[in-house]
């Protein structure tokens, strides 16, 4: 079967990396870098390893690095609009504050928050704080969160760039074993441009999309 980015779909990808026996690939259109999928770890690992998260929605430390989205994001929207936290987690801070602001959230999260429901719906912003670097299939999610979002509405990422290659074997993202595919700005103008959507990166490390009405 042709390997192709799990990105973009290109099959311009090649060889980057090979830490300790788990090999990984970068692609030449959106620059992505990605873990090659025989090393992927299994549903129930993933699982087993969030189970380990400890994100408290009250904690203030939590809350001020969520700020770093927050903050921007909130400033954008319009008051007492709709919103989902894709991919929660089992406790969703992100969610806490933006209801806190006006704006009622819905949660989804195949692990915690299996509703499948709220996927049937649209919102005016979508939320994915530390979730697209997990993602095995990242090209199909931004399909569906596309779908999700209504026109003039706002999709907010948050996830360490990748930016150092000299950097990644001992980079502490990499080594967390449910991070799967690491993303460049480059590769976040590449994703908003395939939908046509508009892209900012307020802040190291988030990018902020609007969906064009």
Sequence with gaps: MTRRCPVCRSEDIAGFAEVEGTTYSWCARCQARFMNPEHHPSRAAEHAHYAHHRNDPYDPGYRRFLAKLSVPMLARLPAGVEGLDFGCGA???LAAVFEEAGHPMALYDPAFAADVSVLQRTYDVITCTEVIEHLHEPAAIFEQLDHLLRPGGWLGLMTRFQDDDSR?????YRRDPTHVVFYRPETL????????WSCEIPEPHVALMQKPV
């Excluded at 990644?168 to 502490?172: A, E, G, L, M, Q």
């Excluded at 103008?189 to 046509?196: E, S």
């Design 189 to 196: 103008y590449w994703i908003a441009d395939a939908f046509g």
């Design 168 to 172: 990644f074997p001992t980079w502490h």
């Design 91 to 93: 406790g969703s801070a």
